[in-house]
C-alpha cells in the first residue's frame, strides 16, 4: 500500500507540475463565476460536501495458467511405435508411473546376427585355447591371447546386452510426482524418434499466472483476485504479483506480468477465469460523486454554492472510477458541491 501511495503522489506532481491552471487556480479559488440570483435557498440544489476517502481503480486483466515447476516427458529411445496413451489432462501422477506403452521397432536379423557372432567368437577362443603347451613360453602366449580375445568377447556381449536392454523398453514413465497438463496429439500405431513429445506435467502446489499488461498498471507485491467457475459455483483466489514490467527500461518490458497464487485450484478448475487488481489504491483524498464533475474540453469543473451564489469551480482530478472522482486540487471539504436539483 505505501509504494502504491509513493507511485500515486509522483503521478499526481507531476499532473500539478505540468497542469497550467492559471493564478486563481493555484489558489483554488473559484474562475467562473454564473449569473444567478443571490437567494440560493429558493433554487433547490442540492448539495454535498466534499469528504476524505479511500480512492480505488480496479483494473481487469486478461491470463492464463503458468507452471513454474513442470516437466516435459519426451521419449529418448530408439524408434518405437505408440501402442497406448496411459493418461489424459488433469490425472494425477507419481514418480514411476506409465504415461505411454511402446513397442521398439528393431530388426530380428540384427539380433540373430549378435547372437550367432557371439557364439562363434567363443567356440573360436575355446579352440584357439588348446593351441598353447605348458611350457612358460607357451603359458605367456596363453594369457595374452586370452586378454586379447577376451576384450572381444566382451565387447560382442555388452553390444547383446545393449540391445536387448534397448527392444525391452515397454513404456514411458513420469520421473516426478505432477499432473497432466496436456497430452500431445498421437495416436495409437504412430512412429516416435528420439526427442518426441509425449505429454507435460506440472507441481500442483505453485501456479502463477501469466497476465497481460501492456498499460503496466500491475506492480511487484500488489495482490490480485482471481474468479473462477460456472454459473453459481464460482470460486474466488487471490495471489501476488511477482514479476512486472513497472520498474524496468522500455526496451526490456514485455507486456507480462506473473502473480503467485496462495492457494491454487486444480488446473481443472479454471473455467470463465476473470482477474483483477486495485491497481490504484490511496486513502486520505478528496472524493466527490463522479457525476458532480463536468469535463470541458481538457479541463474539469464542479458547481459550488459560495458566498450565496452557485459558482463553476476549475478543479484538477487524478483520476475516476465508476462511483467517485478523485480531487487533487481546487476543492476542500468545506466547500458545498452542487450534486443536482
Given at each position: 500500500m505505501l509504494r502504491t501511495k509513493r507511485v500515486a503522489a509522483a503521478i499526481i506532481l507531476a499532473v500539478l507540475t505540468l497542469s497550467s491552471c492559471g493564478?486563481?487556480?493555484?489558489?483554488?479559488?473559484?474562475?467562473?463565476?454564473?449569473?444567478?440570483?443571490?437567494?440560493?435557498a429558493t433554487e433547490g440544489y442540492k448539495t454535498i460536501k466534499p469528504e476524505k476517502g479511500t480512492y480505488i481503480k480496479t483494473a481487469n486483466f486478461e491470463g492464463s495458467m503458468y507452471f513454474p515447476n513442470k516437466e516435459e516427458i519426451v521419449y529418448t529411445g530408439s524408434e518405437a511405435v505408440l501402442k497406448k496413451i496411459c493418461v489424459s489432462f488433469g490425472d494425477e501422477v507419481k514418480a514411476g508411473d506409465l504415461i505411454a506403452e511402446i513397442e521398439v521397432i528393431y530388426d530380428e536379423l540384427d539380433l540373430k546376427k549378435l547372437e550367432l557372432d557371439i557364439k562363434n567368437a567363443e567356440n573360436s577362443f575355446e579352440a584357439g585355447l588348446k593351441a598353447f603347451d605348458d611350457s612358460k613360453e607357451g603359458k605367456a602366449r596363453k594369457e595374452l591371447y586370452i586378454l586379447e580375445n577376451s576384450k572381444y568377447l566382451d565387447m560382442l556381449k555388452k553390444s547383446l546386452a545393449d540391445f536387448n536392454e534397448r527392444i525391452s523398453v515397454k513404456g514411458i514413465y513420469a520421473a516426478n510426482d505432477g499432473i497432466v497438463s496436456n497430452v500431445d496429439s498421437i495416436s495409437i500405431g504412430d512412429k516416435l524418434t528420439y526427442g518426441t513429445h509425449i505429454a507435460t506435467t506440472y507441481d500442483p502446489n505453485e501456479i502463477w499466472m501469466e497476465l497481460s499488461d501492456y498499460a503496466c498498471d500491475l506492480r511487484y507485491g500488489m495482490e490480485i483476485t482471481l474468479e473462477t467457475g460456472v454459473a453459481k459455483n464460482r470460486q474466488q483466489f487471490t495471489g501476488t504479483v511477482i514479476y512486472c514490467d513497472d520498474i524496468l527500461p522500455d526496451s526490456l518490458k514485455k507486456g507480462v506480468a506473473y502473480a503467485k497464487l496462495n492457494d491454487p485450484p486444480s488446473a481443472g478448475a479454471f473455467m470463465n477465469t476473470s482477474i483483477r487488481a486495485n491497481v490504484i489504491d490511496i486513502s486520505g483524498v478528496i472524493l466527490v460523486p463522479r457525476n458532480a464533475v463536468e469535463p470541458a474540453d481538457t479541463e474539469n469543473y464542479v458547481r459550488t454554492i459560495e458566498n450565496g451564489k452557485p459558482h463553476k469551480r476549475q478543479v484538477i482530478k487524478g483520476g475516476q472510477n465508476t462511483d467517485v472522482a478523485w480531487i487533487v486540487r481546487g476543492l476542500d471539504e468545506n466547500i458545498d458541491v452542487i450534486n443536482g436539483r
Open positions: 493564478k486563481e487556480a493555484e489558489k483554488g479559488e473559484a474562475l467562473i463565476y454564473e449569473n444567478t440570483a443571490t437567494n440560493t
